[in-house]
């Protein structure tokens, strides 16, 4: 077991030694490809290498160096993506800038639409209103005046006629009976010798008027003259009216 024990150990030893010297190797290998690289990155060889700092630097530098390239295999994408993002929300903001105009346009363009409509419809309202009012009035039915012949009848139908109009009462009978007894007729007839006469106002016309009675009982429409057969029998009707209540009531001088 002592023999055992012994060899086990001194080969355990050996073992040591030679993962001892293999490390020491290592290292110097590893010390050597530092050396070898610093001395390539440093121009002509100089002396800088021989000490092993400047190299040291170089290596940093070296892996900043791949740092940021690193980083820029990470960022430039995601810059490119953003680029993109941009891109694409300002096509949206554009195409809805356009189409919210485009609304505005057709909603502008249907409103003038509508308030042209309404004119035209208000300008065909009023258009048809008058000649809508024409067809309602009812055509008056044109009368022909009425003519009298000229004539004692004639004479006292138009002098009918117009007491009608006035109120004023009498008949055609009453009429033509007293104008018969006064003048027989004669529109120009005048009383030269009675009391009217004597007093300078003799009786005139059908009906035999004075002056001032036909001035007072003057019917409105009528001739001025007194010796008008109108004037003259519409005149003495409205005085007998006044008097007597209707020509038809007068049978002898009045």
């Avoid at 390239?69 to 300002?90: C, E, G, H, R």
């Amino acid at each position: 077991m002592n023999k055992l024990g012994t060899f086990a150990s001194a080969k355990v030893s050996k073992f040591n030694a030679l993962d001892k010297q293999r490390k020491i190797a290592v290292a110097g290998v590893s010390t050597l490809g530092a050396a070898a690289i610093a001395f390539a990155a440093v121009p002509g060889g100089s002396t800088a290498v021989a000490t092993g700092v400047p190299a040291a630097h170089t290596q940093v530098a070296a892996e900043h160096s791949q740092v940021q390239d690193l980083k820029s295999t990470f960022t430039d994408p995601a810059a490119d993506q953003q680029v993109k993002l941009d891109a694409i929300a300002a096509k949206t903001k554009a195409e809805a800038d356009a189409a919210a105009k485009k609304r505005s346009a057709d909603a502008a363009a249907k409103k003038k639409a509508a308030a042209d409509a309404a004119r035209k419809a208000a300008d065909a309202r009023s258009a048809k209103k008058p000649a809508s009012r024409s067809a309602e009035r009812p055509q008056m039915e044109t009368v022909a005046a009425r003519t009298y012949a000229n004539n004692l009848d004639g004479w006292i139908r138009h002098s009918l006629d117009i007491m009608h109009s006035k109120g004023i009462p009498g008949s055609y009978s009453g009429l033509h009976r007293n104008i018969m007894r006064e003048s027989s007729g004669n529109p120009r007839a005048i009383n030269n010798w009675d009391i009217n006469a004597i007093n300078g106002i003799p009786s005139k016309g059908l009906l035999q008027v004075i002056p001032p009675t036909f001035a007072t009982y003057h019917v409105s429409g009528t001739s001025w003259n007194i010796y008008d057969p109108v004037a003259n029998i519409t005149a003495a009707a409205n005085y007998a009216a006044h008097r007597y209540g209707t020509i038809d009531n007068v049978n002898s001088a009045y």
